[in-house]
């Protein structure tokens, strides 16, 4: 694809080749080749954590390179959308691609010299594809926007929630009026009514128009009606008549990637894609602008008036937070996986030959400056307005002590806070239930009176129980991870494995011996958390506790969460770093240059590979960080490899 036109306000795009789309060889053009030094290292961008390629040194262009290089970077219509593809070659060893030079690449001067200093690039993976791409974006009807009929579209879990309505009294006292009115409907319901459309009924024999009328008291006569109507002012009263859309993750990466044509499956993914794990059916669940569906819409599963509006990178450099991993799109493939994954295994042994001899200089070190902490904390971002979902911040977060006994070298704290916020959920042990409260309010104001309809008010939150989300008015502005548990798409409800039981058949999470020395149990741990909610009669509802979303939270007391699973690899008590920067310097030869990777494309690079750099001691390995190939003979120890890392 390239652009062309009559002027700069003209340009047309022309899909296919570009009108010089062969190789030319240019080597007798360029000068400073032989001074030639070529990097790779892992860069942490908004890109991904991916590895970067480009020149130390720039080359200076001239003759017929030069006018190649002006003729479409500088004096084309099109220059600033141009760019040039550039291979260099070592003969007998190999190609180096995935070069650009670009607009912004070169350097001249107006002095009739003829010649440009250019600085080549690496050239971009599919970025521009996931980077302009929604993870919301309708190219496959998935997220219908507002003008297309409700039922279009593809079905998304939708949580029932409830809008906690704080303080419980003032609630109790909008239950309190429900029960007085309800008490009057039924006596209604049962006696005048009956008689009230047994008169009509022979009106309409002679009044037509009353018959609408009958028919509509019909539908009032006996308990069933009068029942459901009251049931359903008691759950709008509570705010709990509405579900909220939210997508599967996997479903935001599938469609941009599907749209890209990158690759992706549950060995580049595997917590996300893989159906074994407790995260693959993880949701995002986002409600700033709009409240959530009604309950009775059988229709819409998406708002696109809460689409989150991110794009595909924005999305893996959230989400790397929570599972403390890497991304990268290598040879097409996207990759996410936890940050000690990217493993390519042992790259040299220089501890024993062959590789010793390698070396044209001692190996040397250096402190990196690095600190180990002291503690860390982890867990989620309170939220502006959800106050209510903020209660969860003491199960959701911790705070990890690794200054047990007291090390003075251990110093400084190591922060792990997400950009998503903790979820609350009815009968989690948390706190209290809100509606229980508000219902004692009520039988206090009301008394025995609601005794006679105490049923009515028990199977009206039935329906709306155990794991439905609590929030606060309906929006919350920063989004939550809710994993599924895949039973309905209505109604949807969070995963609940572990809680309370009766007479003490507790199934809680196992201990994790590495910070649990006492061997508690979680209720010890969680002393403050409510086992079960309360027994009062005739409204409470004595439900047993859940942990709701347990392989969502970060507690490093206990197993299967995202603590021990994604975070404890960076205890510094286990198998610490020695925070110290090794340099090793071999020979150039091409064996080494087809062992590093870095013929081809950037994807084979060997970095994060081990290197053994000692044959003693207990830290023997390092990792590769960066590898500089240098083709200058006038230095000091001629062409080399530069590995530099971390011990």
């Not at 040194?57 to 550039?86: C, K, Q, R």
Request: glycine share 6%; with cysteine; charged share 25%.
């Amino acid at each position: 694809m390239y652009y062309d036109g009559t002027g700069p306000t003209q340009l047309r795009q022309f899909i296919g080749p570009v009108p010089n789309h062969e190789y030319v060889e240019y080597t007798d053009d360029f000068d400073g080749l032989d001074k030639l030094r070529l990097s790779w290292s892992e860069n942490e961008t908004d890109r991904g954590d991916n590895v970067q390629a480009g020149l130390s040194n720039s080359l200076t262009a001239m003759g017929d390179a030069y006018t190649f290089i002006m003729d479409w970077l500088n004096d084309h219509v099109a220059a600033p959308l141009n760019a040039i593809e550039a291979v260099i070659e070592d003969y007998g060893c190999g190609k180096y691609a995935s070069f650009l030079i670009k607009a912004d690449g070169i350097a001249y001067c107006d002095d009739g010299k003829c010649n440009v200093d250019v600085n080549l690039k690496q050239a971009d993976a599919p970025w521009s594809c996931i980077e302009k791409t929604l993870v919301t974006d309708n190219w496959q009807g998935w997220f219908p926007t507002a003008a297309e009929p409700l039922n279009a579209g593809k079905q998304h879990p939708r949580y029932t929630y409830c809008d906690e309505f704080r303080p419980a009294f003032f609630l109790g006292l909008l239950f309190s009026c429900i029960s007085m009115i309800a008490l009057p409907m039924y006596i209604l319901s049962v006696t005048l009514v009956p008689v009230v459309l047994a008169i009509i009924t022979i009106a309409s024999v002679i009044i037509h128009k009353l018959k609408k009328l009958r028919d509509q008291l019909k539908d009032m006569t006996g308990w069933g009606p009068v029942t459901h109507a009251i049931q359903n002012m008691y759950l709008n009263a509570a705010g709990c008549g509405r579900e909220m859309p939210s997508p599967l993750v996997r479903d935001y990466i599938a469609n941009v990637c599907d749209k890209c044509g990158i690759k992706y499956s549950k060995e580049t993914i595997p917590m996300l894609f893989d159906p074994t794990s407790d995260y693959y059916n993880l949701t995002w669940t986002q409600s700033e602008i709009q409240k959530g569906v009604k309950k009775d819409n059988t229709d819409q599963f998406w708002i696109e008036a809460n689409d989150p509006l991110i794009t595909l990178d924005m999305l893996l450099n959230k989400l790397k937070d929570v599972f403390n991993a890497k991304w990268r799109i290598a040879g097409n493939v996207l990759y996410f996986r936890r940050k000690d994954a990217f493993d390519p295994g042992l790259l040299y042994d220089f501890t024993t030959e062959p590789d010793k001899s390698k070396l044209v200089t001692f190996t040397c070190y250096e402190w990196n400056g690095d600190k180990k902490p002291a503690y860390a904390k982890a867990g989620y971002t309170q939220d502006a307005t959800d106050t209510v979902g903020n209660d969860a911040i003491s199960r959701f977060n911790t705070y990890v002590e690794f200054n047990k006994p007291i090390n003075p070298m251990l110093e400084g704290e190591m922060t792990k806070i997400n950009q998503f916020s903790p979820a609350r959920f009815r009968f989690d042990g948390v706190g209290p239930d809100y509606i229980e409260d508000a219902a004692k309010s009520m039988i206090d104001l009301t008394g025995n009176l609601l005794e006679l309809i105490t049923h009515n008010f028990r199977d009206a939150f039935h329906t709306v129980d155990k794991g439905v989300l609590l929030v606060k008015d309906d929006k919350f502005v920063t989004p939550k991870l809710i994993i599924w548990d895949g039973r309905s798409y209505r109604d949807a409800r969070a995963i609940g494995t572990y809680g309370w039981g009766r007479d003490g058949a507790n199934n809680f999470p196992q201990k994790n011996p590495v910070y649990n020395t006492d061997g508690k149990d979680y209720a010890q741990v969680h002393a403050s958390d409510i086992g079960r909610s309360d027994t009062c009669d005739p409204v409470c509802f004595g439900e047993y506790s859940t942990i709701w979303n347990y392989p969502m939270v970060y507690d490093e007391m206990f197993l299967g969460n995202l603590w021990d699973r994604f975070h404890q690899i960076d205890d510094p008590r286990v198998n610490p770093p020695m925070n110290k920067n090794f340099t090793a310097v071999l020979a150039c030869c091409c064996d080494d240059l087809q062992r590093i990777g870095v013929m081809g494309d950037t994807s084979q690079v060997k970095i994060n590979a081990k290197v053994k750099i000692r044959d003693k001691g207990w830290f023997p390995y390092g990792r590769v960080e960066s590898i500089e190939v240098s083709y200058d003979p006038t230095a000091r120890d001629g062409r080399t490899i530069t590995l530099k890392g971390k011990q």
